[in-house]
């Protein structure tokens, strides 16, 4: 659902550990007629008291910051505002920082070299609910979903097949007896899988396996202990 726009504008935060960063920015969008600027903060722990107190409709939010960082900041806030749109920026080319940012549940992603047309764009686009990503973030994503792909279709039927058991709940002498085939070669196969998988144990294989579709849903049996 969008966000209705108060008469006064888009209600933005500003959070920067670099002054003349949030200066520059606060400077920007007093000039800009459809946006407020309710407020700044230097750390995350300064961002979650302003958004508590302000509710901003989108948060321009920096990544590296001492204290508490702009991922456990976002985390925080969005559990007290969650209808406020947050978008994470940052200077650096570290694909660690986009599934952080995106899982705390920033809407956007984008890196600092952009423009101020384009932010303020980014931040009319996340106000009514629509997601910006830089280069960097889609360039991640794309490659994720490909890596995923990859491991799935890297799997032998043979390996689906204990891979599927696996989900099932099975163990290991479980899976021998169904596919007919002595101990040894299912530690081998299980071990392969989890290799594919780059996952370290069964739990983690199971996981992986339903989130990416690679088999069926779990049986009714559920998954042995």
Not at 94 to 107: C, F, K, S, T
Not at 172 to 190: G, R, S
């Amino acid at each position: 659902m969008l966000k209705e726009t108060s008469p006064e504008g888009i209600r933005i935060a500003i959070v920067d550990d670099h002054e003349m960063v949030r200066r520059g920015l606060s400077d920007y969008f007093r000039l800009c007629k459809d946006f407020v600027l309710v407020g700044q903060a230097a750390d995350g722990e300064e961002a979650v008291r302003l958004c508590k107190k302000m509710k901003p409709d989108v948060v321009l939010m920096d990544l590296v910051m001492p204290h508490v960082n702009g991922v456990e900041a976002t985390k925080q806030i969005l559990c007290t505002c969650p209808a406020t749109r947050i978008i994470a920026m940052s200077s650096f080319d570290d694909e660690r920082l986009v599934p952080a940012a995106l899982n705390a549940g920033a809407i956007s992603y984008l890196q600092k070299n952009i423009t101020m047309s384009e932010l303020a764009d980014a931040v009319r686009k996340a106000h009514a609910g629509i997601s910006t990503l830089s280069p960097l973030a889609m360039q991640f994503l794309i490659s994720s979903v490909t890596s995923h792909q990859a491991a799935g279709i890297s799997l032998t039927q043979r390996e689906r097949e204990v891979l599927q058991l696996l989900v099932d709940g099975k163990s290991n002498a479980e899976i021998a007896e169904l596919l007919v085939i002595c101990l040894p070669t299912v530690k081998t196969h299980v071990g392969r899988v989890l290799a594919k998988l780059g996952v370290k144990n069964r739990s983690e294989a199971i996981v992986f396996a339903i989130k990416h579709d690679l088999v069926s849903a779990p049986s009714k049996s559920g998954i042995a202990p």
